[in-house]
């Protein structure tokens, strides 16, 4: 499988948040590599993870 590596800025046609859900829906599996985390963060994207 071939990776993409893309920069992502927030803007009127998108954001974070939404290239995550799109990008999780795509995938069987994951890793998250992140310095820290907000509880308000993941609640985010718990309906995504719950599929």
Do not use: P
């Amino acid at each position: 499988m071939e990776e993409s590596k893309q920069l992502i800025i927030n803007s009127r046609h998108s954001n974070l948040l939404n290239e995550l859900n799109k990008s999780l829906k795509e995938r069987k599996s994951f890793y998250f590599s992140v310095a820290f985390i907000n509880y308000s963060g993941v609640q985010l994207l718990l309906d995504t993870l719950a599929i």
